[in-house]
């Protein structure tokens, strides 16, 4: 049984909570920063030359592409449970749209 996004954001979010991500008055710029940053992070590993879905480790964190995908996406679910944004029905909403634009 597939888990849903609105489920994943809860979680995100309660993990920011207790690690203080929202305690700080510059919380949502440094929060966008640090999608930004994840996905640099993740185009350097493109640039190192890794597979796109290989995930390796350091010590015990897992490292490479997917891991700063999910970086990124983890914190994007956390701003959305934070802001009350159903990003589940928001990616439904978009994905719907974009199968009526034209190419290119």
Do not use: W
């Amino acid at each position: 049984m597939p888990t849903n996004i609105r489920k994943l954001q809860k979680q995100a979010y309660a993990t920011a909570l207790k690690r203080g991500q929202y305690d700080k008055p510059e919380g949502m710029k440094a929060l966008l920063l640090r999608v930004v940053n994840e996905l640099s992070e993740c185009a350097d590993e493109i640039q190192k030359g890794k597979r796109m879905d290989e995930v390796y480790f350091e010590e015990q964190k897992p490292c490479g592409i997917p891991t700063e995908l999910a970086d990124a996406f983890i914190v994007i679910m956390s701003i959305c449970e934070h802001h009350q944004i159903d990003l589940e029905k928001a990616v439904k909403l978009k994905m719907a749209y974009n199968e009526t634009r034209k190419e290119g």
